[in-house]
């Protein structure tokens, strides 16, 4: 392995209070980490605590030294001159250890507050254009399809005038060739090994068109984990949830010949509505329904050390840079240990 891999891991959220939070980025930190990612929502399907993560994110770089974070929104829930104001901002509060990745956005966070997300990729280009154009310095003038700026400017920038990195959530075509034109780095979600291998061919087409002065692409893939040394144990943690992991219109594309019902067609998770207990009903049943045990653990790393460790050098096999841990483990200490002492320390001495 030649390619340095970078592991990541997605921060509890909901459920965790905020002081929990900052000291899980600490301890996420100190088990050797290199990144922490949180999942920037209003509201979760899960009905528990959640807090305003950037918020955690200011609070949690005061109390830790070497970690990068950031989350994994969208870009329609605020104005990217203003959201560029704040990252450059919290840039400064952590010493240059955030990051940011937008992506399509999700219902439950927009429709019951009024908040337009139509043409979305529209919106998640020109919001990448425009805070890269404010992080000059410069005052900005940009007539596009959502935003119009005239002489436009921030009057701070990045620490050390560095660059804030900018992730792209994607995974279908449109997305994909975006992500690889405008991204300094690429998130899909949960998929078998050679279905990334596929997505990621669609973000090379977009790379071909890509600024040069971007740099190389983060090939990231954010992926539930469960870890136990009896793999029956690993998977009984998946089971109530396995509704959840797994995106039902990727079935085909990785290879599984199931026809889901009509029913069941307006069930992506972006189109989840928490208070609908109807919908949820629903999606709860189509997960029993559809997803087998063989297609769950296609999905995610699930077993003992060494059949995660067998996992993910597939993934890096087929060009993962970047793995974002969804940690769903019966003992999430335990798994936390071996993940910090046993698999991380075997990739990285291989690279």
């Known amino acids: ?87 450059a901002t919290v840039d400064h509060i952590s010493g240059g250890r955030i990051f940011v990745c937008v992506g399509y956005g999700e219902k439950m966070n927009l429709d019951p507050y009024g908040i337009k997300w139509n043409k ?20 900005v003038d940009f007539d596009g399809e959502i935003y119009k700026l005239s002489k436009a400017e921030l009057r701070i920038r990045p620490f050390k005038d560095r660059r804030i990195p900018i992730y792209v959530a994607a995974t279908a075509p449109r997305a994909l060739k975006l992500a690889g034109e405008y991204g300094d780095g690429w998130v899909t979600n949960a998929m078998p090994p050679n279905l990334f291998s596929v997505k990621l061919n669609k973000v090379k087409e977009g790379m071909k068109l890509r600024d040069k002065t971007i740099g190389a692409l983060d090939n990231c893939i954010y992926i539930f984990l469960s870890i136990a040394d009896d793999k029956d144990k690993a998977y009984k943690t998946l089971e109530p949830v396995k509704h959840a992991l797994i995106w039902p219109e990727l079935l085909k594309e990785a290879g599984y010949d199931i026809e889901i019902s009509d029913e069941y067609k307006d069930l992506q998770y972006t189109k989840i509505m928490p208070n609908d207990t109807e919908m949820i009903r ?65 990739f990285r001495d291989k690279g």
């Open 1 to 87: 392995m030649s390619e340095k891999i970078t592991f990541g891991i997605a921060s509890p959220v909901p459920g965790e209070s905020v002081e929990n939070l900052i000291k899980i980025t600490n301890n996420i930190e100190k088990a050797d980490f290199d990144t922490i990612w949180f999942p920037d929502h209003v509201v979760f399907m899960a009905k528990t605590l959640t807090p305003e993560v950037w918020s955690v994110i200011t609070a949690a770089s005061m109390k830790t030294k070497r970690i990068i974070m950031g989350t994994i929104g969208d870009a329609h829930r605020i104005h990217p001159a203003i959201f560029a104001h704040r990252l």
């Open 120 to 139: 979305p990729l529209t919106r998640v280009k020109e919001s990448i254009e425009i805070m890269r154009s404010l992080w000059k310095g410069e005052p």
């Open 282 to 346: 629903r999606f709860r049943e189509m997960g029993a329904k559809y997803y087998s045990r063989n297609i769950v653990e296609d999905f995610v790393i699930s077993g003992s050390k060494m059949d995660a460790i067998k996992k993910i050098e597939k993934y890096t096999e087929v060009g993962v840079t970047h793995f974002i841990f969804r940690d769903f483990s019966p003992d999430r200490k335990a798994s936390l240990k071996t993940l910090s002492k046993e698999i991380l320390p075997y």
